[in-house]
C-alpha cells in the first residue's frame, strides 16, 4: 500500500512502489492533467507539483516520494474557477493541441509562486526551458505567463 | 459502447458571451430510429440537423488535430446559416456519422470542408426560406432572418423559427451550388477571433483526450519492437515475464506485444520481455546517404513545368549557377506518443483514435483485421498535435489486432522511442537547380530536379502491424503531394522543373507539415537569392522584378514593409565582431494556386561556434477571406516557430539496422531560450475564397534563414538542419 496526498486528499492505494507517480495519477486516480510524453524527464507534459516544487511525475516512483503533497493541473482550478495562470492561458489562447500545456501551466505556478516581482521575458524563456511545445505555441505561453504575474499581483 | 460527453463551455468574447458547445457523443440521429444518417457529400442532412430546441448539429469528416477547426468551421456555418454560434453542435471524425471530406491534410479544412458545409447551410437556409415564404404566405423579398428565426420584417411578430419549421426532420435536399451566398459585407460571426472551444478544459485538465480515454474491462498493451526495422521475430521467452502479475504475451507472426490490467505492468512487461529476432541491415549508411538517393532507381518523372527553352537560353546566358540543396529525414515529434483503444468482438470493430483521418483509417484497420470496412467504427479523440501521418494510425492498428487476439477492449500507448523511431518519415530531399543570367543579372533561363520519393497518392502508408504480422498489403509508399511548388512561384520566360520519382525510399515515408512544398520552396527561394546576390540586386527588388501576380506582389511588399527592410544587396560587409546580423527574405504562393505568404528572418549568427539564432520572423500572409483572424494567428505562429526548430536543429539520426534518434536527446527540438518573435499582417480578402492556412507560411524559415545567413557573413548555407557543425565547415571551405 502507498499513501499520498493529491488535491487535499489523502489516497490509500495498491499500487507497486515502483509505479512512476504519472501512472497512478492518471490510471489509480483517473487524473487527465498530467500527461504521458516521454517518461524520460525530457519533455515536461507530465509535470506536477510537489510541495509546490515542478516535478517531473513519469519519473519519480510513488514509494519514492515521501509525504510530499501533490497538485496537479486539476488541482489548481478548474473551467469555472481557474487558476490565476490557468485563467491568462485561456485569456491569451495558448494552446494549440494543448498536450504540452499541463507542464506549461504546472512549471509556470511554481515559477510564479515562488517569486514576488514579475518576471522579465528572458526569466520566463529560462524558467520554460525544460518544457518542450511541438505546436509553436511559445510566444502565446509567454504572453500567458507575463498575464498571469499580472494576475497574481506581482510587483514590478 | 463508452461514450464521452464534453461539458457545456461558457466563453467571454469582448463584445458579449458567447456559449459554444461540442458534443462528441453520437447524438440521436435526426432522422428517427432505424434510419441511418446519410453522410454522402451531396446531401445537406449528411452536413446539418436543425433540432426541435433551435439546436444544429453540424457534421464534419475533417478534425481539429489543434489547429482551431473546431470553432473556424462552426462560425461559417453559423454565419451562413444565420444561427447564433452557440446553437451550434458540432460532431467531427465520427465515420458512422460524418461525410468522408478527406483527411485533415494539406490545409484544406476551411477551403474544401468548410466551403462544403457553407454550401450546406446556404441550402439549408434558402428551403427554410422557401417554407416560411408557403406557410407566412409572404414573398421572401418581405422576410428576414436572425438567429434562427424567419419574420416579416414589417412585422416582426409574425415569424417561424428553423425548430418549428423543420425541428428533427431531413431536409431531403441536394447540396445546392447555386443556393446564394451572404454578401460578406454582412458578416457578423466569419472573421471574428472566436476564443476555442476546447482551451479552457486543455488547461485545466477537465478536456478528455485519446490517452485519457478508457472502456470498461480493458487491457493495456505495449507493442515490443524488433530491435532492426526489417527483423522477424524467431522466438519469444514467454516465462522471461511470468514475475509481473497478470502479464501475457500476444503474438501473430513478427508482431509481438504484452497485455496486462495495469498500464505500468505492460510498460515494464515491454521492457522484460526476451525474445530473438533475426538480423537486418538494410538503411543506407548516413554518410552516404544522398549518394543512396541519387542511385535509387527513378520510378517516373513529373514534370511541374516547361515552358520556353530554358537549355537554349542558358547557353546565351552572361552567366550561369548552379546549386543543390538538401533536406534532412524529419520526424513528426508529437508532444504525446501514439494512443488509441479497440474493442472487436463479434464481427464488429468499435474504434476510438487520434487519426487524422477517420475515414482512411477505417479502411486500414479493416485491412489489418480482414474485415469489411462496413464493421468498422472509428471515433475520432484529440491526440497530442500530428502535423501529419505519424504514428497514431499505426498503433490504431496495433489496439485493434491485439484486442482481435485477445478478445477483449484494447488500449495501446506508444512509448517515446515508438514515436520517434516507427512513426513514417519526411523523406530526404535533395534539389539541384541551374540558372542562366543575362548582363543586368536577370534570370532568363531555370531548370529545376528534384529526388524524391514516388506517390501512391490514394494509398495509405502501410501500417506496422500488418506488415509485422504478415497480413499480406499491397506495395505503395506516400509521402504526400511533394512535388508541388518545385515550379517557381516567378513567370520566367524559359523554365523548367522535374520531380524524379524514386521508386523507394530509406524509410516508410509520409507527409509532415508542408511535405515538398516546404522543401522545394527552401531551393527555389535560396537559389533566387543567389541569383539576387550575383546581379549585386537588393533581394526583395530583385523578386518583384519578376512578379506580376498583384497579390504576390502586395504580400511581398508588406512583409518587406513590416521588418522595415532597407535595400541593397546581400552580403552586407560592414560587420567585423563575433556575432554578426543579417536578414533574409522568401515568398511563395502555395502550390502556385493558393495562399500568399512573404517572410523576413532577423539572424544572428555567432563566427566563433557557428550557432544560428533566429531572433525575429515576419511574415505578411493573404489567405482570402479570414474566417477566425486569431485561428489564423496561431497557425502562422506554429508554422513560424515549427519550422525554424526543422531548420536549425531536426534531422534524425541512424545506423544500418534501425533509428537511433529516439527521444528528446538524440532528437532536440527548439527551446523556448531560442524561439524567434514572430511579427505577422493579415491581409484579409472578404469576397475571395478562404484558402489554407495549417502549411503555407511554414515555406518560409529554411530559405529566409539561409538567405539572413548569407546576408550576415556572406556563406550559402544549402543543406537542412543548418547545424553550427554545418556553418563552421561552409565558413572554412570559403576561406580556403
Keep these: 500500500m502507498v499513501t499520498l496526498s493529491v488535491n487535499g486528499k489523502t489516497q490509500r492505494l495498491d499500487v507497486e512502489p515502483d509505479t512512476p507517480l504519472l501512472y497512478v495519477l492518471r490510471d489509480n486516480l483517473g487524473l487527465h492533467g498530467p500527461k504521458f510524453g516521454c517518461g524520460l524527464a525530457q519533455c515536461g507534459s507530465c509535470t506536477v507539483l510537489v510541495d509546490g516544487r515542478a516535478v517531473r511525475s513519469c519519473s519519480v516512483a510513488v514509494g519514492k516520494l515521501g509525504p510530499g503533497k501533490v497538485v496537479t493541473l486539476e488541482g489548481l482550478g478548474t473551467v469555472q474557477k481557474p487558476h490565476p495562470v490557468q485563467r491568462a492561458f485561456i485569456e491569451e489562447q495558448a494552446a494549440q493541441c494543448g498536450y504540452c500545456i499541463n507542464g506549461m501551466v504546472m512549471q509556470a505556478t511554481a515559477f510564479l509562486s515562488a517569486r514576488q516581482t514579475s518576471p522579465s521575458e528572458r526569466e520566463i524563456r529560462q524558467a520554460l526551458q525544460r518544457n518542450l511545445c511541438r505546436c509553436g505555441t511559445h510566444q502565446r505561453i509567454i504572453a500567458a505567463v507575463k498575464r498571469a504575474a499580472t494576475l497574481m499581483g506581482k510587483g514590478a | ?736
Excluded at chain 2, 501473430?252 to 537486418?280: M, P, R, Y
Excluded at chain 2, 544587396?569 to 556575432?579: A, L, V
Design chain 2, 1 to 736: 459502447m463508452a461514450t464521452l460527453e464534453t461539458t457545456r463551455r461558457e466563453f467571454l468574447l469582448g463584445t458579449g458571451v458567447l456559449v459554444v458547445s461540442f458534443s462528441l457523443t453520437s447524438p440521436a440521429r435526426a432522422q428517427g430510429p432505424g434510419q441511418t444518417k446519410p453522410v454522402a457529400l451531396d446531401q445537406v442532412d449528411s452536413f446539418l440537423a436543425v433540432h426541435r430546441d433551435g439546436t444544429v448539429t453540424m457534421y464534419t469528416g475533417k478534425v481539429d488535430i489543434g489547429t482551431g477547426i473546431r470553432v473556424a468551421l462552426p462560425q461559417m456555418v453559423a454565419e451562413e446559416l444565420d444561427v447564433a454560434l452557440d446553437k451550434i453542435k458540432l460532431v467531427e471524425g465520427d465515420t458512422a456519422l460524418t461525410p468522408d471530406q478527406g483527411p485533415t491534410w494539406g490545409s484544406l479544412s476551411v477551403q474544401i470542408a468548410g466551403v462544403q458545409l457553407r454550401q450546406a447551410a446556404a441550402t439549408a437556409r434558402k428551403a427554410l426560406v422557401d417554407m416560411a415564404v408557403q406557410k407566412l404566405g409572404m414573398p421572401s423579398a418581405d422576410l428576414a432572418v436572425k438567429d434562427g428565426v424567419i419574420f416579416v420584417r414589417a412585422e416582426p411578430h409574425r415569424r417561424l423559427s428553423y425548430a418549428e419549421l423543420i425541428g428533427e426532420q431531413a431536409f431531403n435536399l441536394k447540396l445546392d451550388p447555386a443556393a446564394p451566398l451572404k454578401n460578406p459585407k454582412d458578416y457578423t460571426i466569419v472573421g471574428q477571433p472566436v476564443p476555442r472551444p476546447d482551451i479552457p478544459g486543455k488547461v485545466t485538465g477537465a478536456h478528455t483526450y485519446m490517452q485519457d480515454f478508457r472502456v470498461p474491462g480493458m487491457l493495456h498493451a505495449r507493442v515490443v519492437r524488433p530491435p532492426a526495422i526489417g527483423a522477424t521475430l524467431e522466438s519469444v521467452d514467454e516465462s522471461s515475464i511470468k514475475s509481473i502479475k497478470g502479464a501475457t504475451v500476444v503474438r501473430q507472426g513478427s508482431f509481438l506485444a504484452v497485455v496486462a490490467e495495469s498500464e505500468w505492468a505492460a510498460v515494464k512487461a515491454a521492457k522484460q520481455l526476451k525474445a530473438t529476432w533475426s538480423k537486418w541491415e538494410g538503411l543506407p549508411a548516413p554518410a552516404k546517404l544522398w549518394e543512396h538517393v541519387r542511385n535509387t532507381p527513378v520510378a517516373k518523372d513529373d514534370v511541374a513545368v516547361n515552358q520556353g527553352d530554358p537549355k537554349a537560353a542558358m547557353a546565351r546566358a552572361a552567366k550561369t549557377l548552379k546549386a543543390t540543396y538538401d533536406f534532412a529525414v524529419h520526424t513528426h515529434g508529437s508532444m504525446g506518443p501514439a494512443c488509441a483503444v479497440a474493442d472487436v468482438k463479434s464481427g464488429k470493430a468499435e474504434i476510438w483514435s487520434p487519426s487524422q483521418a477517420p475515414h482512411w483509417l477505417r479502411k486500414e484497420v479493416a485491412y489489418t483485421l480482414q474485415m469489411d470496412p462496413k464493421d468498422v467504427h472509428i471515433q475520432y479523440l484529440d491526440g497530442a498535435g500530428c502535423y501529419g501521418r505519424n504514428g497514431h494510425e499505426d498503433a490504431t492498428c496495433d489496439a485493434a489486432l491485439v484486442s482481435k487476439l485477445t478478445g477483449k477492449p484494447v488500449r495501446v500507448q506508444w512509448s517515446r522511442e515508438d514515436e520517434h523511431g516507427w512513426d513514417p518519415k519526411g523523406p530526404p530531399t535533395l534539389v539541384e537547380i541551374s540558372g542562366g543570367l543575362d548582363a543586368q543579372g536577370n534570370v532568363i533561363a531555370w531548370d529545376a530536379e528534384l529526388w524524391v520519393p514516388k506517390a501512391d497518392i490514394t494509398e495509405w502508408p502501410r501500417t506496422l502491424a500488418a506488415t509485422l504480422a504478415g497480413i499480406p498489403q499491397k506495395e505503395a509508399i506516400n509521402p504526400g503531394n511533394i512535388h508541388r511548388n518545385l515550379d517557381p512561384s516567378y513567370p520566367f520566360p524559359n523554365q523548367r522543373a522535374v520531380a524524379h520519382r524514386l521508386a523507394t525510399t530509406p524509410f516508410r515515408p509520409s507527409w509532415i507539415r508542408t511535405p515538398g512544398r516546404m522543401q522545394n520552396t527552401y531551393a527555389n527561394e535560396v537559389f533566387i537569392d543567389e541569383c539576387a546576390a550575383a546581379a549585386g540586386a537588393d533581394p526583395v527588388e530583385y523578386r518583384l522584378r519578376y512578379l506580376t501576380d498583384p497579390r504576390g506582389i502586395a504580400v511581398l511588399r508588406a512583409a518587406a514593409g513590416l521588418a522595415k527592410w532597407e535595400p541593397r544587396p546581400s552580403p552586407r560587409r560592414d560587420q567585423t565582431g563575433p556575432i554578426a546580423r543579417g536578414r533574409g527574405v522568401a515568398y511563395v504562393k502555395y502550390e502556385n494556386a493558393r495562399t500568399y505568404v512573404a517572410g523576413v528572418a532577423d539572424v544572428e549568427v555567432n563566427r566563433q561556434t557557428g550557432a544560428i539564432r533566429c531572433t525575429r520572423f515576419y511574415v505578411a500572409h493573404d489567405c482570402g477571406l479570414i474566417i477566425n483572424s486569431d485561428g489564423v494567428r496561431a497557425q502562422i505562429e506554429g508554422n513560424i516557430i515549427q519550422t525554424v526548430s526543422r531548420t536549425l536543429k531536426e534531422e534524425l539520426k541512424w545506423n544500418r539496422s534501425r533509428v537511433t534518434s529516439v527521444d528528446w536527446a538524440s532528437y532536440p527540438i527548439l527551446t523556448f531560450p531560442d524561439v524567434p518573435e514572430v511579427i505577422m499582417e493579415l491581409i484579409n480578402r472578404p469576397n475571395d475564397p478562404p484558402w489554407g492556412v495549417g502549411e503555407p507560411a511554414a515555406c518560409l524559415p529554411p530559405p529566409a534563414i539561409s538567405n539572413a545567413v548569407f546576408d550576415a557573413i556572406g556563406v550559402r548555407l544549402r543543406s537542412v538542419p543548418f547545424t553550427a557543425a554545418k556553418l563552421k565547415t561552409a565558413m572554412a571551405t570559403m576561406k580556403a
